[in-house]
């Protein structure tokens, strides 16, 4: 007989790598439910993503657009799996909205005492992300302020944005099985070579 003060393996308690072991992991494979997730927070970025393009006017906040957008994406989210059968924990802001101004790469989300106003023709970047259940979508999309069918952007802004959607089409058609990163980079070179713009190797904060 085991004396009274020495315990057995199965009494001691589990470490968290333990339990995250048993936990099972949910994945296109395993539960049909995660694709749904995914295109439910595709669907309000996308609606979101909209809503904040109409907002990008001359003179206005960025501040105050980027709160416009959170703010919404958080409300949409509200309204999606609401019923107690979803067990659905948490949802909303994957990425915050970002809104970010011809130099700045990318990631700028202001403090109001630090915001800027838009001007017009500048190029913005507008960045942001929702998630269902930690099922991310994110969405961007470059426009110029106060262009329209009739005001068409011209010169370098316009050779950078055809170059970008030029190279992101080529990127999705290269990756696939079998191909390696290298060919991808090299493919985005060449585009960015051919509309004579310079290539972004890092995403640097603002303040970098």
């Given at each position: 007989?085991?004396?009274?003060?020495?315990?057995?393996?199965?009494?001691?308690?589990?470490?968290?790598?333990?339990?995250?072991?048993?936990?099972?992991?949910?994945?296109?494979?395993?539960?049909?439910?995660?694709l749904d997730k995914h295109k439910a927070a595709?669907?309000?970025?996308?609606?979101?993503?909209?809503?904040?393009?109409?907002?990008?006017?001359?003179?206005?906040?960025?501040?105050?657009?980027?709160?416009?957008?959170?703010?919404?994406?958080?409300?949409?989210?509200?309204?999606?799996?609401?019923?107690?059968?979803?067990?659905?924990?948490?949802?909303?802001?994957?990425?915050?909205?970002?809104?970010?101004?011809?130099?700045?790469?990318?990631?700028?989300?202001?403090?109001?005492?630090?915001?800027?106003?838009?001007?017009?023709?500048?190029?913005?970047?507008?960045?942001?992300?929702?998630?269902?259940?930690?099922?991310?979508?994110?969405?961007?999309?470059?426009?110029?302020?106060?262009?329209?069918?009739?005001?068409?952007?011209?010169g370098k802004k316009a050779d950078v944005i055809?170059?970008?959607?030029?190279?992101?089409?080529?990127?999705?058609?290269?990756?696939?099985?079998?191909?390696?990163?290298?060919?991808?980079?090299?493919?985005?070179?060449?585009?960015?070579?051919?509309?004579?713009?310079?290539?972004?190797?890092?995403?640097?904060?603002?303040?970098?």
């Open positions: 007989m085991e004396p009274a003060d020495k315990k057995s393996k199965k009494d001691e308690p589990k470490s968290d790598e333990e339990d995250k072991d048993e936990e099972e992991e949910e994945t296109l494979e395993t539960s049909p439910a995660v595709a669907k309000i970025a996308q609606e979101v993503l909209e809503h904040v393009k109409k907002l990008c006017v001359p003179g206005a906040d960025i501040a105050s657009i980027c709160s416009e957008g959170d703010k919404k994406i958080e409300e949409s989210a509200a309204k999606v799996y609401t019923s107690k059968k979803s067990k659905v924990t948490e949802k909303g802001i994957a990425f915050p909205t970002c809104i970010s101004v011809n130099e700045i790469c990318g990631h700028f989300s202001p403090l109001k005492d630090e915001s800027k106003t838009l001007a017009d023709d500048d190029l913005v970047k507008i960045d942001l992300g929702c998630h269902i259940d930690g099922f991310i979508a994110q969405v961007a999309e470059t426009i110029v302020v106060g262009a329209s069918k009739d005001k068409k952007v011209k055809l170059a970008t959607r030029k190279a992101f089409d080529a990127a999705i058609r290269l990756i696939k099985e079998g191909n390696i990163n290298n060919q991808v980079t090299k493919m985005i070179a060449k585009i960015s070579e051919v509309y004579k713009t310079c290539l972004l190797y890092t995403s640097p904060s603002p303040r970098d």
